[in-house]
């Protein structure tokens, strides 16, 4: 068995509280064809949206993730002093330096001096930042964990591309656990990437290698997808990774009593349905109302299904997606 998707032994996990934020905007479907000169039911046949919120220019991004914390706070009842870490799992930084988990906190009215640092794996990376605050709370290094992601997919959308620019939302959640009682835990994690099938989803600027100096244009600053070439490389891998998964966790599929899967797209949720045979009772689908948020698409149909009271007691959630690079991640949790 590879080293990389070797089964973990089960951590202590418990769920304490979830939260979400919205931008102010709304747009339908509907409003959407219009805006981009489309025939009436274009966009929700083409994308499966009925509506999204879309940030508007004064929109910002950290102060969002601040609000989702602020709201799972008061879900929770969590006094914010009780808040020993706080990790950022967002996709899309705020600016390349420093990190977007200072910037949250700048906002977050969190005490003086919290820790806080980035996990990026982007549309996965709260599944990331779930294991790494688990296996960090049972070392004993911290006490209670805040993960926040918040992105706002409609800064790099590019709107002349039909394919991508119809699917996405802006948004941000948070979820904050501890270590418990043992009574929830975590069962099993699987990551996998696949680097060779980069290129298949990417933003080219923002980092070392697209910038002033060693050359760029505009359109590195927008989101470039190969929509179907990603999603036969896909569909696959995400096949074998709930497989490896159940295997790691000797449960089966009948076994998990919820399914929370990245928000993707109208095919990739029929995917969900169909060829991994997950029925829909079991799936959180949020995909309609919120669109793909990138990264704040996982911990919010966590936190929609939380509100739903569809979270199971004492049964195994399963959490499961996939990312650029090409990442897939998924994770049982004993609720």
Known sequence: MPAHSSPIATLPLALLATGKAL????????????????PAGYTLAQSGI??????????????????????????????PASIDLLISASAIPVQALPCSAAHVLAQANLPAGTPGFDINASCVGFITALHTAAALLGSGAYRRIAIVCADLASRGVNWQDPKSSLIFGDGAACVIVEKGNGMQRLLGFRQHTHPRHSALC????????????????????????????LFRQTAPLMQTLLADLLSDTGLTLDDIALVIPHQASHLGMSHMRERLG?????????????????AASLPTALHEAHLAGRLPQGEPAALIGTGAGLTLAALAWLL
């Open 50 to 79: 009925q509506s999204r919120h879309l940030a508007d220019t004064q929109d910002d991004q950290a102060w969002l993730a601040a609000q989702a914390l602020q709201d799972a706070l008061r879900q929770g009842g969590i006094p």
């Open 202 to 229: 990417e933003i080219r600027a923002g980092g070392t290698r697209r910038n002033p100096r060693s050359g760029m244009n505009d359109a590195d600053f927008l989101f470039q997808m190969q929509g179907t070439r």
């Open 23 to 38: 931008p102010g905007q709304r747009i339908t479907a509907t409003e959407l064809d219009l805006k981009l000169g489309r």
């Open 278 to 294: 997950i029925a829909s009772s079991k799936l959180v689908d949020i995909y309609a109302t919120h669109g793909n948020q990138v």
